[in-house]
C-alpha cells in the first residue's frame, strides 16, 4: 500500500484547504483511513479517519464542525476538507491506513501505512 498526501500550502486564518491521498497497490474495501498532523517537537495528533467502504466517520473535538472527512472510490483518493483554518492547525499532515477498523483509531501506533506528509502553514 502507498500512499501520497498532497494539497498543502499556506493559508490565512478563515480559510480553506483541501488535502489529497493518493491510496494504491491494493483493493482498499476493507480498510480505514484517516489524517494525523504533527508539530515539530510534539506527537503526531488524530484529526479524522474513516472506514473506506461506509461506516461512520470520525473527527477530533479540536476540528469538528471545520474539517471532513471524505474519499472517491473511482479516484481511490482519500480527502481532508479544511475550513475556516486557525493558525492553530499549522503542522504536517499525514495521511494513513490500515486493513480493518480499529477502536483505537485515534491513536497513531495502530495504524499501518504513512504517506509522506503535506506543510500546512496558516497565517494569523
Known amino acids: 500500500v502507498q500512499l501520497q498526501a498532497s494539497g498543502g500550502g499556506l493559508a490565512q486564518a478563515g480559510g480553506s484547504l483541501r488535502l489529497s491521498c493518493a491510496a494504491s497497490g491494493h483493493t482498499f474495501n476493507n480498510y480505514a483511513m484517516g489524517w494525523f498532523r504533527q508539530v515539530p517537537g510534539k506527537e503526531r495528533e488524530f484529526v479524522a479517519a474513516r472506514r473506506w467502504s461506509g461506516g461512520s466517520t470520525y473527527v477530533a473535538d479540536v476540528v469538528k464542525g471545520r474539517f471532513n472527512i471524505f474519499k472517491d472510490n473511482a479516484k481511490k483518493a482519500l480527502y481532508l476538507q479544511m475550513n475556516n483554518l486557525e493558525p492553530e492547525d499549522t503542522a504536517i499532515y499525514y495521511c494513513?491506513?490500515?486493513?480493518?477498523?480499529?477502536?483505537?483509531?485515534?491513536?497513531?501506533?495502530?495504524?499501518?501505512?504513512w504517506g509522506q506528509g503535506t506543510l500546512v502553514t496558516v497565517s494569523s
Open positions: 494513513t491506513g490500515r486493513y480493518g477498523w480499529s477502536v483505537s483509531y485515534f491513536d497513531s501506533s495502530t495504524w499501518v501505512y
